[in-house]
Structures are given as C-alpha cells and as structure tokens.
C-alpha cells in the first residue's frame, strides 16, 4: 500500500471520525477507501478492486443499468416515503404478497437492515403489550 493510498485514507478517517456519527462501525482495521462499483466489485481509490460479498446489491450488481434507469425515473416523479397515499406502493405490495403463503399478506419496507432490526423490536413490543387470546 503506498503512503499516499495510506495518507488519504487517514485524512478521510479523521474527517468522519469528526462528523459521522462514532456509532456506525467501519468494517476491517485498515478500512477501504470504496469510491465505485460496478457487476459484483467495489473499487478503492487507487483503482484495486475487491469482490463484494457484503453488501445487498451484489445480486443485481452495483451500477445495474435497469435498477438505476427504474430508481431515476421513480426520482423524477416523487421522493418520500410511507406516509402519504401512492398506488404505486399499494400496487407493489400486491405483487409482493402474491409471492407469499396465505397467512403472510402485511407489508413493511425499509430501507437498511438496521432500520430492519428497529422494525423488528418495535413489532416485538407492540406484541408483547398486545392483550393475549386465550
């Protein structure tokens, strides 16, 4: 690894280490510089590449053509989340639940696997207080 491959890592380090929150692990002791990906690979600043076995969107693969062209044209229509009407939603949760057994027929989307584990314990709760059914 040269000194500046090292040295900028560094300066990027220090920089989040001052303004990203210190709760949000970075993964390895060296951490990567990741700034592109492409197919199933990640790229570091100096160009070497690295096989992503780690992140979700290696079954598409980064910078898939089709997922970006859809993203970019939901983007340009509206951004927001759940908490308005939107028949597009409704819609897909329909083609989702189709897929599903009969006893699985509600929906929630997220956007991480932490906001996925928050929905998770929240549910948890919510169920835990709910009156039990003899």
Known sequence: MSADHISGNSSVLQQRKQLYGPNAALS???PL?????QGCYLYDEAGKEYLDCVNNVTHVGHGNERVTAAIASQLCQVNT?????NGQLTAYCQ???????DSL??????NSGSEANDLALRIAAA???APQSP
């Open 127 to 129: 169920a835990a207080l």
């Open 33 to 37: 510089n990741i700034v592109r990906g």
């Open 28 to 30: 390895y002791d060296q």
């Open 105 to 110: 027929k509600v929906v929630y989307l997220v």
């Open 81 to 85: 989340n759940s908490r308005y009407l």
């Open 95 to 101: 083609e989702l639940t189709d897929t599903l057994p």
